[in-house]
């Protein structure tokens, strides 16, 4: 395990990533308005990352021959073939984007993806799917994870009343699976020597998952493409993108999914409410029942870092 990053930096790290996330979903909700389909935002989306992260890796010798250490990591048993399909999570927490920030906001929707990656944190852990190797479920991590599903509940109520939007759970399954993403794209990170590496193969993945199943709807007529928007902003999707992924894959290293999950829902949280305040989706407004679902989140988090919670985990792993 990795053991030496600075505590500070990699916090900070943390909360910007999370910061980013919210403002990319409200990137790509808008980008799902223009071109008229959720799957073909997130396509434009990882297109224009992919495009960024190539460039930035062809441009150094160094970052190149890191992508050499993956078809050896996979011979060596360092690597499995599936853990390079981290982009699918990817994949699937920006095509929920255009699909739920538009219907419910993005407060809403950081609520289910906070939730998701706080329940799927305690099987990712488990199993040792991260470097930082397997944890026991504790006490305090099962009763933040269903703390955190009530905060879900919550938050998709209806201002005007008890209808619960059932959107949300979408929101819930990305979470889940950035979850996974987290855990296998730091893998990639550690044996090729490079976030940067470890970020190309995620975009990769991801657009190429997103391409298929475009061009499959489009052919079907499920989806229609009504055309390249001409906002220069909505293309920033991308670009945001590989800036937290790469940060992910750096800070998840030696800590473990969820104490990196939790550190970045601040930012979440707080770049959710910002966005939202700010520049608001349609109708979408902050009501009751999404300040006292960001409530019951924070809970959460206070709960699952309790002082020795990760400390017991590891101690009962024998670590």
Not at 37 to 42: E, I, K, R, S, W
Not at 154 to 175: E, I, K, P, Q, R
């Amino acid at each position: 395990m990795t053991h030496h990053q600075p505590k500070a930096l990699t916090a900070a790290a943390s909360v910007g990533v999370g910061v980013l996330v919210a403002l990319q979903s409200r990137v790509n909700a808008e980008l799902t308005d223009r071109v008229g389909a959720g799957v073909l935002a997130a396509a434009i989306s990882f297109g224009t990352g992919l495009i960024l992260v190539a460039v930035m890796m062809l441009s150094r010798k160094p970052l190149r021959q890191s992508l050499r250490l993956i078809p050896e990591s996979i011979r060596a048993g360092q690597l499995r073939v599936w853990h390079l399909l981290g982009g699918l999570g990817g994949a699937w927490l920006v095509t929920t984007q255009g699909l739920v920030v538009g219907v419910v906001g993005v407060t809403t929707f950081t609520i289910g993806v906070v939730a998701g990656q706080v329940s799927g944190s305690l099987l990712v852990d488990r199993i040792g799917l991260s470097p930082a190797g397997r944890m026991f479920i504790t006490a305090n991590r099962a009763i933040a994870a269903a703390v955190a599903l009530f905060a879900v509940a919550l938050s998709g109520l209806s201002s005007g009343g008890f209808t619960f939007s059932f959107v949300v759970l979408f929101a819930v399954s990305a979470g889940f699976g950035v979850s996974v993403q987290q855990a296998i794209n730091a893998r990639v990170a550690v044996a090729t020597h490079q976030s940067l590496a470890a970020t190309l193969v995620n975009f990769v993945v991801g657009f190429t998952g997103l391409f298929l199943v475009s061009v499959v709807a489009m052919s079907l007529g499920t989806i229609t493409f009504q055309g390249w928007p001409g906002q220069w902003w909505l293309y920033l999707g991308g670009p945001i993108g590989v800036t937290f992924i790469a940060l992910a894959a750096w800070a998840v290293r030696g800590v473990g999914v969820l104490v990196f999950g939790l550190l970045s829902i601040a930012g979440q949280l707080f770049g959710s409410v910002a966005v939202d305040l700010a520049l608001p989706a349609h109708e979408t407004s902050l009501g009751w029942a999404q300040w006292l679902g960001m409530v019951v989140i924070a809970l959460a988090v206070t709960i699952a870092t309790l002082p020795g919670a990760a400390r017991s985990a590891r101690r009962r792993l024998g670590r």
